[in-house]
């Protein structure tokens, strides 16, 4: 299907979007019911209330800040997030982002605004403008509505909810979760019941259709890093290794498309708990869960082939970093043998159910380039570990994504491809286009590295998922014939 010039977020459009149920709107908006005192998605399949009845709200924070209840049966929480530019502040949605990862640890926004290289009253002004909202009782939220996951999806007891959700103090979680919510989580675990804690912690993560399943898991597998990913029988798997609150979460994930609904299945091992925000917020800048297809395939017109391709992110900043320097003049195949190599070499070993994931990616301080490898490789991989351990480098979506691409310029042994391909993957930046890649090349025969730039500018905001095409346009190819 292809979709037409997305609509403006008037009310009317927005009561238009609830009439037609328009997963292109889910996210977007949320709709606030004042006969029944709650909200709902936009694809939300109850009854459609009355148009008086409707208020609509630029974020499920400010819907429940106006007093409404998240809906039981569309689950707000659900709800797929915001693309890196399609609102007028990028600092709003990357202070967002941020805060859905770590849920503003301690409560204090001077660190957030801090390391988003403004002050806090500029962030409040800009978050408030965007989400209507104030960035702590955005976080309070998303605390809130975790727990609501939590507690419906797995079988957690209510302290681990609580300190998994953010919450310091089980008692302020059990007087906030009533008061905003009218249920005592305890009910709520009651009413919902809960999968044995052996299969894992299981949760579904919306996004906006169309949905090239195939195509993402042919990328991720032709990839996947020996020893940390696994792509088979449809699914993704990977190991994790994380810090949460000075302790070391490790285990284990699967991702697997869930048929004929708009959701990504994503089962954690219960060592991941006091992860899962973190985790979830990067099982969606991986899978690309919050890009707004119809915005994007309009722009790109013709281009487009394979409706719903999505640009392929990554779970860890740092990694994709070190498998760029990796695959810098070398085969796909050759840059997978040596990032193997590394991980068998310093790796952290990860015990796991999956006889393939055996091992974590090691970390800045933990890396040593093993034996193979040219000296410039070598320097490279040195210069990017040391920039991310005393800040230079955050490798991660940010406000001022050329700032990054200028540090990871001016470290030696980066070309240009490198810089795009983790602006691509790792900073989440739509506009970012690797022209010099070979794929990109054979994708448009005849043309030079400049002609090519040139031809990529009608592509703009949009080039990494032009990039994406490109690419595609070759596999399609190849298999026809």
Not at 76 to 97: F, I, Y
Not at 335 to 352: D, I, P, W, Y
Not at 372 to 395: E, F
Request: with cysteine; glycine share 8%; aromatic share 8%.
């Amino acid at each position: 299907m292809r979709y037409n010039q997305p609509m403006l977020l008037d009310d009317d459009s927005c009561y238009a979007a609830l009439q037609a149920h328009d997963t292109r709107f889910d996210g977007r908006f949320f709709v606030g019911v004042s006969s029944t005192g709650v909200y709902c998605r936009p694809v939300c399949r109850v009854r459609l209330p009355r148009r008086e009845n409707c208020s609509f709200y630029p974020s499920a924070a400010a819907a429940e800040g106006a007093g409404f209840r998240p809906c039981l049966r569309c689950r707000p929480e659900q709800a797929p997030g915001h693309s890196p530019v399609e609102a007028a502040s990028r600092l709003a949605h990357a202070a967002a982002s941020r805060i859905q990862e770590e849920l503003l640890e301690n409560g204090r926004l001077e660190g957030l605004a801090e390391r988003l290289g403004v002050t806090s009253r500029h962030l409040r002004r800009a978050f408030r403008a965007e989400f209507g909202v104030s960035p702590v009782a955005f976080a309070q939220t998303q605390r809130l509505l975790l727990a609501r996951r939590l507690l419906r999806d797995t079988a957690l007891d209510v302290t681990s909810v609580a300190m998994a959700s953010g919450f310091g103090s089980v008692r302020r979680f059990n007087a906030l979760f009533q008061e905003r919510y009218r249920v005592r989580p305890s009910e709520l675990r009651r009413e919902a019941g809960a999968p044995p804690v052996e299969e894992g912690l299981r949760f579904e993560l919306g996004y906006r259709p169309p949905y090239a399943w195939e195509a993402m898991l042919d990328f991720l597998a032709e990839r996947a890093l020996p020893g940390v990913e696994w792509v088979e029988d449809g699914s993704y798997r990977r190991t994790v290794l994380l810090d949460v609150g000075g302790r070391r979460c490790a285990g284990w994930l699967e991702a697997t498309p869930v048929p004929r609904r708009s959701v990504l299945g994503v089962t954690l091992s219960c060592g991941l708990a006091p992860a899962v925000p973190r985790v979830l917020q990067r099982v969606r800048r991986l899978f690309d869960l919050d890009a707004r297809p119809d915005e994007v395939e309009h722009h790109l017109g013709e281009l487009v082939r394979t409706p719903g391709l999505r640009v392929p992110g990554c779970f860890d900043g740092f990694e994709m970093a070190v498998r760029a320097v990796l695959g810098q003049r070398i085969s796909v195949k050759g840059a997978r043998t040596h990032a193997g190599r590394l991980v068998a070499a310093c790796g952290t070993e990860v015990a796991t159910p999956h006889p393939r994931l055996t091992h974590a990616f090691p970390r800045p301080t933990e890396l040593m380039p093993p034996c193979g490898l040219t000296g410039a490789q070598r320097n490279a991989l040195a210069a990017v570990a040391a920039a991310c351990v005393d800040g230079r480098l955050s490798l991660a979506p940010t406000t001022d994504v050329p700032a990054e691409m200028d540090v990871l310029r001016g470290l030696p042994g980066i070309g240009e491809w490198t810089v795009q391909v983790i602006a691509m993957r790792a900073l989440a930046w739509p506009d970012a286009f690797p022209h010099t890649d070979l794929g990109v090349r054979h994708a448009l025969p005849g043309l030079t590295d400049t002609q090519i730039l040139e031809r990529a500018r009608a592509w703009s905001p949009w080039r990494a998922y032009a990039a994406a095409h490109l690419w595609r346009s070759l596999k399609t190819t190849e298999e026809t014939r």
